[in-house]
């Protein structure tokens, strides 16, 4: 199925750094949402976006939604060893359906 | 906080089986899907429910059947279970508002092999 393009694939960072991720559409969304998924766990919401320009904010997580409306950033700051997981965004297609991103690998290396 | 609640983290099944994948949410949310999800390929829709008694077909719905007696719950049934039906199945719930709804909620997810 579709899915949305996010970067980097994978990231391998040392605990402390900031870290920034990207998600991009063809085509305009009204909603981004973004997940974090650790191994056999199920997607948790981080933070939903609704409006082109927001900045949105969950502890060290910061969401921004893109003023194209076709993409939208998600950064964590000062990253530490829990942070580790697979981040994803999403968007809603038509009224039912939602679009995933590809998904970013994040490491943290103590 | 809302809580998705799947009730097998997981479960074996043998080729042949009728297998049934339960989820319940406490939100009182009209919106409920099944997705499975398998590396490389992403989150795909099986199948979901906008209302009770109400279920419409997602992207992979052979093999496949729910029900939805309760606003709560919502099941995922395995007609007969194949090999190529070893995945981890995931439950997510959202409150219908407006264009695009509210955001989806996942429960913990079902790891489900099939021998």
């Known amino acids: 199925g579709q899915q949305l393009n996010q970067s980097p694939q994978s990231m391998f960072i040392q605990e402390g750094e900031d870290v920034s991720m990207n998600c991009t559409s063809s085509?305009?969304?009204?909603?981004w949402l973004w997940y974090k998924q650790e191994p056999g766990e199920g997607p948790v919401l981080l933070i939903a976006?609704?409006?082109?320009?927001e900045l949105t904010s969950n502890g060290r997580l910061t969401a921004q939604f893109g003023i194209t409306r076709k993409d939208s950033f998600l950064n964590i700051s000062a990253s530490i060893p829990s942070d580790v997981g697979i981040y994803f965004c999403?968007?809603?297609?038509?009224?039912?359906?939602?679009?995933f991103g590809t998904g970013t690998r994040l490491k943290v290396l103590a | 906080d809302v809580k998705v609640t799947q009730s097998s983290r997981y479960l074996v099944k043998r080729t042949g089986e009728k297998v049934f994948l339960e989820c319940v949410q406490d939100?009182?949310?009209?919106?409920m899907f099944w997705y499975r999800q398998d590396p490389g390929l992403g989150l795909r829709l099986i199948y979901f429910?906008?209302?009770?008694?109400?279920?419409e077909k997602g992207d992979i719905p052979e093999g496949y059947s729910v029900s939805r007696e309760k606003k709560e719950r919502f099941s995922l049934i395995l007609e007969s279970a194949s090999t190529n039906q070893t995945s981890m199945y995931l439950c997510?719930?959202?409150?219908?508002?407006?264009?695009?709804?509210?955001?989806?909620?996942f429960g913990n997810g079902t790891r489900l092999t099939v021998t």
């Open positions: 997510a719930s959202r409150k219908l508002m407006g264009p695009g709804g509210s955001p989806l909620h």
């Open positions: 085509s305009i969304f009204n909603t």
């Open positions: 976006l609704y409006k082109a320009g």
């Open positions: 999403a968007g809603p297609s038509g009224t039912y359906k939602y679009i």
């Open positions: 939100m009182d949310h009209e919106n």
């Open positions: 429910s906008y209302d009770v008694k109400m279920k």
